[in-house]
């Protein structure tokens, strides 16, 4: 495997008989609105079909950012860094969380109209972002050999470690004795009287009348189990670390031709922003309507490839029986190979832009499967059409740093209580009710 270093947890030995909440899927999401959950009184499992955060929660970047957010996102992006705030005294760990700041910087005028826009729209929701000169710039990176005509900085914005921060959400789960399940996957849910009453894993079943679904880039494929239909799709996203090296920046670096996020360790995560991978699959032409605009708008960043991915989507059942083996144990975790074509073109790009770097040493290499939307919005709610079934997915690249907010408003509205945000942008209805599907425009 190359999956990047992460903190190991070992889950408990047997499924409960009984739960209020069952939570599906172990990343960030998941952990949090189990952590939220309990934290209201109610009785959680959470349960994780391979190890916990090991797929995206652990293979992002590590940023933590308001800046650039789709504007639906920004009530609940300003609620997540809060919740980032004090994730140390709730989980009883350092999980690297710092507000060092985040920049963007571009030598392309177009790019500076459009940040320009955004600071606009961050003063009206009192976030911190504001437009940086080129000199300005010269004086935050004094070891860059760059011609940026500017940039955009929200130093309010932070970092933290991925490998840590979703292990220690889950052990927070198990503190308030919450049940915490790993190599252990949910194969369905059995319903009564047209409602949830049991949730069927392959060590037994659990019975419950509230399920949360927070299961990234399987999500589609489990809701299609139970006749459901969401738009999703996956791109494939690679990442580096290095080994310590001079400090250039303390938080994250948006440049052209690389993104940069300092470690805790004295290292950096490094990687190429919309350097990804769309591997076209059945569900790329049943979902090309919603998704075109989408497409049309990242094509230019995008590698198409058609092959072996194609034929295995195309032979995946989506009714397989509960007392057999579920395509989540077929496949315990996604890690797809590296692109080392985009890694290498990033640090290349960021060697030239800080020659001090010329020397540091990759630590490690990685792949990862991001999961989309056609409007880059997560789905954050109900899914009516199956009473007492909720849904955390769908947080197309964005999630790491929204996480603690998505996960405290998922487990509001699964308990019933008063949501922290407007939940009516992440709504499930949306992708079928005629509701334009569209992008922000900044």
């Given at each position: 495997m190359t999956s990047p270093p992460l903190d190991s947890l070992a889950g408990d030995s047997q499924v409960p008989t009984a739960a209020?909440?069952?939570?599906?899927?172990?990343?960030?999401?998941?952990t949090s609105a189990a952590l939220s959950l309990a934290e209201k009184g109610l009785r959680v499992a959470l349960v994780e079909k391979g190890a916990i955060g090991a797929?995206?929660?652990?293979?992002?970047?590590?940023?933590?950012?308001?800046?650039?957010?789709?504007?639906r996102e920004i009530p609940l992006i300003k609620h997540s860094l809060s919740e980032w705030d004090r994730l140390a005294?709730?989980?009883?760990?350092?999980?690297?969380?710092?507000?060092?700041?985040?920049?963007?910087?571009?030598?392309?005028?177009?790019?500076?109209?459009?940040?320009?826009?955004?600071?606009?729209?961050?003063?009206?929701?009192q976030i911190d972002s504001h437009i940086v000169s080129k000199a300005e710039l010269a004086e935050m990176f004094p070891d860059a050999r760059a011609d940026w005509i500017g940039g955009?900085?929200?130093?309010?914005?932070?970092?933290?470690?991925?490998?840590?921060?979703?292990?220690?959400?889950?052990?927070?789960?198990?503190?308030?004795?919450?049940?915490?399940?790993?190599?252990?996957?949910?194969?369905?849910?059995?319903?009564?009287?047209?409602?949830?009453?049991?949730?069927?894993?392959?060590?037994?079943?659990i019975a419950t009348r509230l399920v949360l679904l927070a299961g990234g880039a399987w999500s589609n494929l489990f809701l299609k189990r139970h006749g459901l239909d969401m738009p999703?799709?996956?791109v494939r996203a690679s990442v580096l670390r290095t080994e310590p090296g001079p400090a250039v920046t303390q938080g994250g670096l948006g440049a052209p031709g690389f993104s940069l996020r300092r470690r805790q360790d004295g290292?950096?995560?490094?990687?190429?922003?919309?350097?990804?991978?769309?591997?076209?699959?059945?569900?790329?032409?049943?979902?090309?309507?919603?998704?075109?605009?989408?497409f049309r708008a990242e094509r230019g960043s995008m590698r198409l490839s058609f092959g072996r991915e194609f034929t295995r989507a195309l032979m995946q059942r989506t009714d397989w029986p509960f007392d057999g083996v579920s395509p989540f144990e077929a496949c315990r975790i996604l890690d797809p190979a590296p692109d080392d074509r985009v890694l290498d073109q990033a640090?290349?790009?960021?060697?030239?832009?800080?020659?001090?770097?010329?020397?540091i040493k990759v630590a490690?290499?990685?792949?990862?499967?991001?999961?989309?939307?056609?409007?880059?919005?997560?789905?954050?709610?109900?899914?009516?059409?199956?009473?007492?079934?909720?849904?955390?997915?769908?947080?197309?690249?964005?999630?790491?740093?929204i996480g603690p907010g998505a996960g405290r408003l998922a487990a509001d509205l699964v308990a019933g209580d008063a949501p922290i945000v407007d939940p009516e942008p992440f709504r499930f209805t949306r992708f079928h009710d005629g509701t334009p599907l569209h992008l922000d425009a900044g």
């Open positions: 209020d909440v069952v939570v599906i899927g172990g990343g960030i999401v998941g797929e995206q929660s652990s293979r992002n970047w590590g940023w933590c950012r308001q800046q650039g957010r789709d504007r005294e709730r989980t009883g760990q350092d999980v690297g969380f710092r507000r060092k700041g985040v920049v963007w910087v571009t030598d392309d005028p177009a790019q500076m109209a459009t940040w320009e826009r955004w600071a606009g729209e961050a003063r009206r929701h955009i900085a929200t130093p309010s914005d932070g970092r933290a470690e991925p490998s840590q921060a979703t292990p220690a959400l889950a052990n927070a789960v198990r503190a308030k004795g919450g049940h915490v399940l790993t190599q252990c996957a949910v194969r369905g849910v059995e319903t009564q009287g047209g409602a949830i009453s049991h949730v069927i894993t392959e060590w037994g079943s999703q799709l996956c290292g950096y995560n490094l990687a190429l922003a919309g350097g990804v991978t769309f591997d076209l699959v059945p569900d790329a032409l049943r979902y090309m309507r919603p998704f075109w605009s989408a640090m290349a790009a960021l060697t030239q832009a800080f020659p001090i770097l010329a020397g490690q290499r990685w792949g990862g499967m991001i999961d989309v939307t056609p409007d880059a919005v997560p789905a954050i709610g109900p899914v009516e059409e199956l009473p007492g079934l909720y849904i955390a997915t769908g947080f197309s690249g964005h999630g790491f740093g």
